[in-house]
């Protein structure tokens, strides 16, 4: 398959997914990482806060929502989860201790395919001599899309868990989410 895609490195991550395209979103936005952490992002309102903000910004506009992640976030992203409860309780979340995967997929036309994280220094807006060295590619072509939603999709509904070993890490990791998010 041939495909046509922008090659972004490092800031130009931030600026074209996390600035331009996320905020873009208009129906859907898929996050599939394998870290969440605490990740400072431009407001739509001015000024700079944590990414749950924008989220429900996009999620007050009819922007539905889903975030696949590998565990428990980090303390600083369950603070800001603890402060905005009605924003989270909007969210799709699913936890596969498994995932590696880093993605996202904007109203399902436009793709973000590389290895940064949903953190600070890899999606977030950090100080250029603090980021990680990330790369990633971002495109709209319909049949890598297509192919990446269907995997995707096959983790999201649980296809791959009944064959899975590691499937209690996936219990244990989502009690340890609702306890962290319940707890003050």
């Known amino acids: 398959m041939k495909v046509e895609f922008d090659f972004l490195t490092g800031e130009e991550i931030y600026e074209r997914v996390t600035r ?5 979103a208009q129906r859907s936005l898929l ?5 969440v952490k605490q990740t400072t992002v431009e407001l739509a309102t001015g ?3 944590p990414f749950l903000q924008l989220a429900e910004t996009l999620l ?3 922007v539905d929502i889903y975030l696949l992640f590998a565990g428990k976030p980090s303390k600083g992203f369950i603070d800001s989860a ?3 409860p009605h924003v989270v309780s909007r969210l799709q979340m699913r936890i596969c201790p498994r995932n590696h995967m880093k993605m996202i997929l904007i109203d399902g036309r436009r793709l973000y395919l590389g290895s940064a994280n949903l953190t600070g220094a890899g999606l977030g807006r950090r100080d250029k001599n603090q980021r990680n060295f990330e790369f990633g590619l971002f495109t709209k072509d319909a049949q890598l899309i297509d192919r990446v939603s269907a995997m995707v999709q096959e983790i999201w509904e649980g296809a791959p868990c009944a064959k899975c070993r590691t499937k209690r890490l996936c219990r244990m990791e989502h009690e340890r989410l609702s306890l962290a998010l319940a707890s003050g």
Do not use: K, M
Not at 20 to 24: D, K, L, Q, R, S
Not at 31 to 35: D, E
């Open 60 to 62: 007050d506009r009819g």
């Open 82 to 84: 603890r402060s905005l």
């Open 20 to 24: 331009e395209e996320i905020p873009a």
């Open 47 to 49: 000024g700079y806060g």
């Open 31 to 35: 996050i599939v990482t394998a870290l």
